[in-house]
């Protein structure tokens, strides 16, 4: 399953499901996307189909491998990554290092298992009011799911997971 990246940063007010499924269609990406983020329906944990949770390994744009599995991000020591897989966006750009991101940090407004946080996840991520906050990561602790609280008026990283593995009928 991907991890993507969206193309620019945003505040705490997005459609990011929005988001995450449209720059995959124009980036020619088959598959379904879903933000890496608990809303007022789901917790972050239960996007990625049941079926696929624990067989297949959660990689980057280009395949490299970021995590084992789904189910390995929630074991509550905030999804710990390789700092040197790179993390793309759809158009192809390393989040980690370019400058479109100053702030190299991702929302995703859960806890380390991947529950949602009422309080802290920007009125499901409909508001970017500096006085609304949201649980945030920021990426130079190795982690996805690190618990910093930010004003939701800040500019961060949005993560896309593809939530459902279809086999490439070409392939």
């Known amino acids: ?21 449209q720059q995959a269609q124009l980036s020619g990406l088959t598959s379904t996307y879903r933000a890496f983020l608990s809303s007022h329906l789901q917790d972050l944990a239960t996007v990625v189909r049941k079926t696929d949770r624990h067989h297949l390994p959660i990689v980057n744009l ?21 700092t040197h897989v790179p993390i ?24 380390a298992h991947g529950i949602r946080l009422v309080s802290n996840y920007c009125e499901a991520w409909h508001t970017a009011d500096t006085g609304a906050m949201g649980q945030a990561s920021p ?33």
């Open 62 to 82: 280009k395949g490299e491998i970021l995590f084992s599995n789904w189910e390995s991000l929630f074991d509550g020591n905030g999804g710990r990554f390789n």
């Open 1 to 21: 399953l991907h991890l993507v990246a969206l193309n620019l940063p945003f505040s705490g007010d997005m459609r990011a499901d929005f988001q995450c499924f």
């Open 88 to 111: 793309y966006s759809f158009d192809g750009r390393n989040v980690l290092t370019d400058p479109s991101w100053p702030q190299k940090v991702i929302w995703h407004g859960s806890t």
């Open 139 to 171: 990426l130079k602790t190795g982690k996805l799911l690190d618990q910093k609280v930010y004003s939701c008026s800040n500019q961060f990283i949005v993560l896309c997971i593809e939530n459902s593995f279809v086999s490439d009928p070409q392939g």
